[in-house]
């Protein structure tokens, strides 16, 4: 009778999801495996590009590559469809609308979603940048507010519709208000608008922006974004929102600002799908053994923004970022494939994080490379290479001439002037 093969079944087309999908399908002989990646749609996207995206200064299918371009579908069975559920004991996933899958191994790689705090109505009243679709939302929602006010008749415009409160200064905060400032010139010459009407403010509750960056980078990033119109209410927390603004709790009292637009990026954890009562997570993320597996599951692993690794050097978890959920990609993959071939001694992950690099819209960014600070052009190169390399690890030198943000980089200034006209 012939052996059946054990089945992988990798959860998510992330950056975790589809690079390990990749190495498996390489590592792998074809009668070791069968391999099955799921997914919510049919296109792997760029999260790191999320911002440009929700502000509209990118196209969302510059953001997006089809599935089936980038992993073999002779090797690797690709499911669309919604995870719903995960039955550890069965060793089974539901799925939204196909069968459920059972599996030998599992790779869990469902991503992250906005964490609240707990603060009132931000689920309800606040966009996120969470997805695609989410990052498609803000941009429509900016661009009706825009055209909103150049409808209204002049001397009864409701100030408040180009008003937009952004909650957050971490990464995602910065790079998405330094994005918004950037549109913000072409938007308004497009309805004839003047700037000065248009109020981009950012709710920080620490005292400083970029937190865990260096202190003067950070001075540097919040004085470009000032310089591009920014405000920041810094030492400020956002209280709740409702349908008609937010209330600040600052440090002599509580406020009230009444914009039209709230954006929402104050924090991140793991998928609830996954980060649940099935597998015990801490603060929205799995606290993953050293080989990157869940917690007394000898066949799960846990990938991306949903596994939390320690940083031994300073005992707290790593942030969530695409760098670290390439690097685990392929220990994942090595260690399914030495299970497979009934070994045991499973790599530990030992992650080499080389530096972060935030953009400051087309034209500036900043970051510390390998210990090096930088600022200006040279972190915006930085950011280039980072993009690029990671476009020819998904293994087509035709998706960088495409999707790679080559123009963006090196005609800054048309591009701006492209997409600033919208
Ligand atoms: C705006 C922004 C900018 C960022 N910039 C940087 C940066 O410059 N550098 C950096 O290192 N990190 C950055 N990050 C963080 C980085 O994007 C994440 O750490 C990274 O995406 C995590 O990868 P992942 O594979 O865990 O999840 P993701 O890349 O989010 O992938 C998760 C996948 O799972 C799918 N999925 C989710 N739920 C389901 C379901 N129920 N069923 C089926 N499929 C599902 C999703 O569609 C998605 O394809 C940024 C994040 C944001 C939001």
New binding site residues.
Partial sequence: MENKKPRIVI????????LTARRLQKVLRRDEAEIVL????HY????????ET?AGTVDDERISIPIQDVIDPTRVRFVK????EVEKAAQRVN??HGEPLTYDYLVM????ESATFGIAGIKEHALA????NSARKIRHTIEARFADFARQKVGQEKEEQLTFVIGGAG??GI??AAELAERLPGLCQHHGIDRRRVQVINVEGAPGILNGFDPAMAEYAKATLEGMGVQFRLSTRIQSVDAGGVTLQTETGEERLEPATVIW?GG?QG?S?VCNETFAAARGRIAVEKDLRAPGCGNVFV?????SVDNRQTGRPYP??????ILQSSVCAENVATLIRGGSDLKEFVPFIKG????LGKQDAVGEVFGVKLRGKLALIM?AI?DIRYMIMLGSPRLLLDKGKLSTYVMPEAYTQTFGSK
């Fill in positions: 959860l998510g087309a992330g950056y975790a999801g589809i799921v997914n919510k749609h792997h996207y760029l999260t790191t590009w999320l911002h929700a469809d919604t995870v719903v799925l939204c790689a469902l991503g992250f940048i969470r997805s695609m990464f995602t790079e998405f990026t991140v998928n799908l990938l991306g923004d949903c596994s969530p970022i695409a760098q670290l959920a972060t690099v935030a953009s950011k980072i």
